[in-house]
């Protein structure tokens, strides 16, 4: 089943308030940790309100000595500034303490976030995977996660001890001086007003940047990788224009989401501004009046900007919480997608030695459910045959290996082995008794000696070299500088019918009683493809094997070839007798070794 490309589709928050809520239980497990992060922070905010009132103290000393003539103690002035010197130390070290224990809540929490991923990736079903793109999950992997994580670091505790230092200095300026602390109010009430207004109209810009790049990501990776087919089909132009296209609506929606974050500090340094000219000269009428003390002015001054520089820091937090929101959406969405059935409850036991008779009655499936592709296919194979599913492009062939491999459920019928019914097993029994060598080569990044042995123990040098030598791959491991332990990356020169080699040894090495063979000589030139079809003939003795093949001159000694055509077995038999009967086969077979429009004779090519 071919992966379907579905840039743009991602869906867009739809509940922040349930999302948040979602991240509060990744954050419960770090409770005591974000508990004593919050103590701190709301520690280190009581020491800054409570250092303008010894600073109102030592402003009123010096003015009644300047102004009234009344001599002071330097020895108080001196104690007042020790204690606000280790006041704000103290604090200072609060901070320090509380913004470690919430990094390290976040990167805890990105990792718990990344490792469910991890597994959930292993829970859905392939049609997840076969219709998202993996730019999509890569975003949803790097991009969100990281956006979560740096933001809950940055925001969370910034967030909460600007509030706390916002009600703090209200309540602070209130006990001061009631008056003056609803005249700074009345002029920062236009701060609020903006702020919200601005918060409610921001959040579509937000997540659409996420949105869009998890887009563009999709297409870096879909364009990067396919780079030998665009250049092929000089595509430049048009894969450029495509990524332009993408990276402008990325650049605006992240222009618009930055030019929102960014002028919240403008407007709310104006309206801290304004705050400081209406305590001035309301302050100043006040002390002439005899009201209050010049230290009062000196202590509101410093409230003022404790009341207004929180709205700003509550407003960029807001807008980051908002961004680190549309990102949580886009991994719960993940996380929350249909998983395969559960099978902790199968305790089935398979026999020790697997014979390989295959049983296929009745078979129903579409890959949709208003949609089937399979009609009904029955197939009695026997242990130890080498079977060929034939057929036209689309017909079915490889959705009949999806099927015996479960990677999709049968929507009716049954497909047993030695009696068993495969729905009965566990998957990962069902695939311990099969090797699988796909069209498309995957190759790690690790040595040749890690790839072939890829999740098998036990295997010696001598077993590499003999399944090394059986698929013709003995001479290309000698030519390089450290045989198998020779690293395989970008840089390393390795052929696609190199590749190929190597997954088939994997298969070899891995030594199942069933074979799967999907196109899997169809990179490889036609000496390299003599070579692998000894390979198989000996790999497939002994073994049920199934092969798909669109040459069919390498499945003419299959001991059953099944022709597939619209989901359906039309004709079955070996290569003899299909040629025989002169059906779909035999004309499937003699248009591939059509010479200039004259058939040649079908049971001697030459």
Same mark, same amino acid.
């Given at each position: ?143 969100? =996660? ?5 933001? /809950?670091?940055?925001? @969370?505790?910034?967030?909460? #001890? &600007? $509030?706390?230092?916002?009600? *703090? ?97 403008? =407007? ?5 501004? /304004?705050?400081?000219? @209406?305590?001035?000269?309301? #302050? &100043? $009428?006040?002390?002439?009046? *005899? ?97 060929? =599913? ?217």
């Amino acid at each position: 089943m071919p992966r379907m490309r579905q840039h743009g589709a991602t869906a867009k928050p739809k509940n922040i308030k349930k999302t948040i809520g979602k991240l509060l239980k990744y954050i419960k497990a770090f409770l005591p940790l974000v508990i004593t992060s919050m103590i701190l922070v709301l520690a280190s905010t009581v020491f800054r309100l409570i250092g303008p009132n010894k600073l109102q103290e030592i402003t009123n000393i010096i003015s009644d000595s300047v102004l009234k003539g009344i001599s002071y103690e330097m020895a108080e002035i001196i104690s007042i500034g020790v204690f606000l010197i280790i006041l704000y130390a103290v604090g200072f070290v609060c901070t320090y303490i509380a913004n470690v224990l919430m990094g390290t809540v976040c990167h805890r929490m990105s990792k718990n976030l990344r490792r469910d991923i991890s597994k959930k990736i292993n829970k859905v079903p392939l049609k997840f995977l076969d219709r998202t793109p993996y730019g999509d999950v890569l975003s949803c992997v790097t991009n969100d =996660i990281d956006t979560i994580g740096q933001t /809950l670091h940055q925001s @969370v505790s910034g967030l909460v #001890g &600007a $509030v706390a230092l916002f009600i *703090g200095s209200l309540i602070m300026m209130f006990v001061t001086n009631w008056i003056m602390a609803f005249a700074a109010i009345g002029s920062t009430i236009i701060g609020f007003a903006i702020m919200f207004l601005i918060i409610a109209k921001s959040q579509k810009y937000f997540v659409q940047q996420q949105q869009r790049l998890g887009d563009l990501n999709g297409v870096v990776e879909e364009i990067y990788s396919g780079q030998t087919v665009v250049k092929t089909y000089n595509a430049k132009h048009e894969v450029a224009e495509k990524f332009e296209s993408l990276n402008k609506k990325l650049y605006k929606s992240a222009w618009k989401s930055q030019f929102i974050s960014g002028i919240m500090q403008p =407007i709310m340094g104006f309206v801290g501004n /304004l705050g400081y000219v @209406v305590v001035c000269a309301l #302050g &100043a $009428v006040f002390v002439i009046q *005899g009201k209050i003390d010049l230290g009062v002015i000196t202590a509101f001054m410093i409230y003022i900007r404790y009341f207004t520089n929180p709205l700003s820091q509550i407003a960029q937090s807001m807008t980051s919480i908002q961004t680190a929101t549309a990102a949580a959406e886009r991994v719960f969405n993940f996380l929350e997608q249909e998983e395969v059935s559960d099978e902790s409850e199968k305790h089935i036991e398979l026999p020790s030695e697997i014979k390989g008779n295959v049983k296929i009655k009745n078979v129903k499936f579409g890959y949709d459910k208003d949609r089937e592709i399979i009609h009904g296919f029955s197939a009695d194979i026997k242990a130890g045959q080498k079977v060929a =599913i034939v057929g036209p492009t689309g017909a079915g062939k490889t959705t009949i290996v999806n099927l015996l491999m479960r990677f999709y459920e049968i929507n009716s019928g049954k497909i047993s082995i030695d009696g068993i019914s495969i729905s009965d097993m566990t998957r990962s029994q069902l695939r311990d008794i099969f090797s699988m060598v796909l069209q498309d080569t995957w190759l790690f990044e690790g040595t040749i000696r890690e790839n072939l042995v890829y999740n098998k123990t036990g295997i010696t040098d001598e077993d590499l070299d003999k399944v090394c030598k059986a698929c013709g791959l003995d001479h290309f491991i000698k030519t390089l500088s450290h045989g198998y332990d020779t690293m395989l990356s970008d840089e390393t020169n390795v052929s696609v019918g190199q590749k190929q080699l190597l997954t088939i040894a994997r298969a070899m090495l891995q030594n199942t009683p069933m074979l799967i063979l999907d196109e899997a000589t169809s990179n490889v030139d036609t000496r390299t493809e003599e070579l692998i079809q000894k390979a198989m003939d000996k790999l497939t003795q002994g073994r049920t094997s199934f092969v798909i093949a669109h040459r069919l001159s390498t499945i003419k000694n299959a001991d059953l070839i099944l022709v597939l055509k619209d989901g359906d077995v039309i004709e079955s038999g070996n290569h003899k007798e299909l040629i025989k009967q002169k059906g779909f086969y035999a004309d499937l077979y003699n248009s591939q070794f059509s010479l200039g429009g004259l058939d040649v004779d079908a049971e001697n090519p030459s």
